[in-house]
């Protein structure tokens, strides 16, 4: 396999963007992204979404997008693992960098979220759940994630108060940040005040509906040399894919998230790397629980210690391994195809020492973990500054 580094990162402001098509948003976050790298042609485009039939009706993105960035001919493709959709992308375009498919990719991920109404949203994202067993009966993503939540609580003592917890720690980081959907400091009151979804889950518990777009461009070492930036370079050294069981009434474990661990085990053998040696972390916290279950997953701690994790502080922006510096999905906002992909982009931007004021000190190896539906299937990513 060939080194693969990251070479440049594009962002478009996460939000309710009532004024961007779909297209708009990918062509400013795919165009941020050729522009901060440098390039102005990849051999490849590939794009993570997870519904844009039911979102905006729209489907056929790979021609459609390489056509409005005037690109038409080049190879693209569109992949989609629900919510994982983002993380996919960026493991089909590692694969063609390594194996020697393509030498340079256009790596991006897009959704626009807010243009159905919210039951049509939760229409389209309960896509991702079991239809035969989970959405037939009614059951939507916060009454999933509610059920691990339960049962979290039940087996480990996990509290309210810790979940809500998770969601003032990113709140907090997700105001540093100048691309997160919400700007609010919350407290542990106001999440167990705000309006209970379904039960432990509160509304300040989960992600939101969000649009919008971010761009990765991603090629073997050689020409990251050849391009002369003056950025220390970043590889992906690691790459790890699973599934488990959609249903959640397959599981055997529900108080663990199986696919997220067989993703980070298989990221941390290609990587050679152990969770104690990661400075920092983005996960998948589409809910608060989610957090807690990714960290435990991810081996930074054990089973039932995510919880008290968060409440001593030891993922904080400024704790032992900060845990979703960007803000998480919680306040930077949840655009489901783009997610995984703004994952990565944070990992970079954090290594390149470009964070500003979320910046986490010294960190030269990061974490990427994304997942789809309640963990049906999940990608992990391990970057790090070469030596
Ligand atoms: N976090 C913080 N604030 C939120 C929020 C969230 N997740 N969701 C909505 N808000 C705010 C809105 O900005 C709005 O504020 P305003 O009154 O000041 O304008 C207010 O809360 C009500 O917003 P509204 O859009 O009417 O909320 P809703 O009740 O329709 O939707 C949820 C709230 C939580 C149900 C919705 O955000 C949701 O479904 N989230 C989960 C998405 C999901 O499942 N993703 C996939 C995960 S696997």
Redesign the pocket.
């Known amino acids: 396999m060939r080194d693969v580094a990251v070479v440049g990162i594009g962002m478009i402001d996460f939000g309710e963007l009532w004024e961007k098509s779909l297209r708009t948003m990918w062509a400013e976050a795919a165009l941020a992204a050729l522009t901060d790298a440098g390039v102005d042609s990849v051999d490849m485009v590939t794009i993570g979404c997870m519904s844009p039939g039911l979102f905006a009706g729209q489907e056929h993105l790979a021609s459609l997008l390489a056509d409005e960035l005037g690109m038409a001919g080049v190879p693209a493709a569109r992949v989609e693992s629900a919510?994982a959709s983002g993380g996919l992308a960026l493991r089909m375009a590692f694969a063609e960098v390594a194996g020697g498919l393509s030498d340079t990719v256009l790596v991006t991920g897009v959704e626009k979220m807010t243009d159905v109404d919210?039951a049509d949203?939760?229409f389209a994202?309960g896509t991702?759940a079991d239809q035969e067993w989970e959405g037939f009966h009614g059951i939507?993503?916060?009454g999933l994630?509610a059920m691990l939540a339960q049962v979290h609580m039940q087996r480990h003592g996990t509290t309210s108060e810790q979940l809500a917890a998770v969601a003032v720690k990113n709140h907090a980081n997700g105001l540093l940040n100048p691309h997160a959907q919400?700007h609010?400091k919350v407290s542990v009151e106001d999440v167990l005040a705000s309006?209970m979804?379904a039960d432990p889950l509160h509304?300040?518990d989960?992600?939101?509906?969000t649009d919008g777009a971010a761009a990765l461009v991603i090629t073997t070492v050689e020409r990251a040399r050849e391009l002369g930036s003056e950025r220390p370079m970043v590889k992906i050294t690691g790459s790890g894919l699973a599934t488990d069981t959609m249903a959640l009434a397959n599981r055997n474990d529900l108080s663990q998230l199986d696919g997220v661990r067989l993703a980070a085990e298989r990221a941390y053998a290609m990587a050679g790397r152990k969770p104690e040696e990661l400075h920092v972390v983005e996960v998948h916290d589409?809910?608060t629980i989610a957090e807690i279950m990714t960290t435990e997953a991810i081996g930074l701690f054990d089973p039932g210690f995510g919880a008290s994790a968060v409440d001593k502080g030891l993922t904080s922006l400024h704790g032992k391994i900060p845990v979703n510096p960007s803000g998480g999905l919680?306040s930077k906002g949840?655009p489901?195809g783009a997610t995984g992909v703004a994952q990565v982009a944070e990992i970079a931007t954090q290594l390149w020492g470009e964070a500003g004021q979320r910046q986490v000190e010294g960190a030269t190896i990061g974490l990427a973990q994304n997942m789809g539906?309640?963990g049906g299937s999940s990608t992990v990513h391990i970057l790090e500054v070469a030596s």
Request: proline content about 7%.
């Open positions: 919510c919210g949203a939760t994202l991702a939507t993503f916060p994630y919400y609010l309006t979804v509304l300040l989960c992600s939101p509906v589409c809910f919680k949840h489901v539906g309640s």
